[in-house]
T-cell receptor, first 113, second 114 residues
Framework: AQSVTQLDSQVPVFEEAPVELRCNYS??????LFWYVQYPNQGLQLLLK??????LVKGINGFEAEFNKSQTSFHLRKPSVHISDTAEYFC???????????FGAGTTVTVRA | DAGVIQSPRHEVTEMGQEVTLRCKPI?????LFWYRQTMMRGLELLIY????????DSGMPEDRFSAKMPNASFSTLKIQPSEPRDSAVYFC????????????FGNGTRLTVT
């Protein structure tokens, strides 16, 4: 089975500052990795995904993440955040060709002016 | 593409009443998931359908919960009788094929059982 640990439950950050959200996963098999964002009163939306190939993945809204197999990590970064990036962010993992997606507990990002 | 459509957006009911949540997946998607989100337990997979057939219902909390998918464009999650501990946000999600394809989530149904 796969599991995900998001190391920060809350991340306050000032507008235009960089942000990094940490995600570590555990799995005995190869995996797919995802980051989703949830805005208030909405469902989850895909930010980016890693399936194979380049370990640096670029997503929507200026976010990127780097897959590090040796450290079993998939940290999410954005060089300059906006107020509109205030949301909850979820890291998720699934085994290859498996339907089960394991979600982390989420990281709440609050961007302040 | 209208996305995954869930109804109602909010449901308030009294303990013991029957509750039915509805979901219309994205046209062409053959996989449908029901999730429950709470502060205490995060996102939990309740049930997974593939081509309208329930494949994995191991996450359904107990016999009070049931889910159906009579056709490719409609699914229901029913709770009977409802209890206060069922209060949560219930999400429906769909995708074309599992394993790498992202899930598309609806906006959820916020259920409050008093």
């Amino acid at each position: 089975a796969q599991s995900v640990t998001q190391l920060d439950s809350q991340v306050p950050v000032f507008e235009e500052a960089p942000v990094e959200l940490r995600c570590n996963y555990s799995s005995s098999v190869s995996v797919y990795l995802f980051w989703y964002v949830q805005y208030p009163n909405q469902g989850l939306q895909l930010l980016l995904k890693y399936l194979s190939g380049s370990t640096l993945v670029k997503g929507i809204n200026g976010f990127e993440a780097e897959f590090n197999k040796s450290q079993t990590s998939f940290h999410l970064r954005k060089p300059s955040v906006h107020i509109s990036d205030t949301a909850e962010y979820f890291c998720a993992v699934s085994a290859l060709n498996d339907y089960k997606l394991s979600f982390g507990a989420g990281t709440t990002v609050t961007v302040r002016a | 593409d209208a996305g995954v459509i869930q109804s109602p957006r909010h449901e308030v009911t009294e303990m013991g009443q029957e509750v039915t949540l509805r979901c219309k997946p994205i046209s062409g998607h053959n996989s449908l998931f029901w999730y429950r989100q709470t502060m205490m337990r995060g996102l939990e997979l309740l049930i997974y359908f593939n081509n309208n057939v329930p494949i994995d219902d191991s996450g359904m909390p107990e016999d009070r919960f049931s889910a159906k998918m009579p056709n490719a464009s409609f699914s229901t999650l029913k709770i009977q009788p409802s209890e206060p501990r069922d209060s949560a946000v219930y999400f429906c999600a769909s995708t074309f094929q599992v394993g790498g394809s992202p899930l598309h989530f609806g906006n959820g149904t916020r259920l409050t059982v008093t």
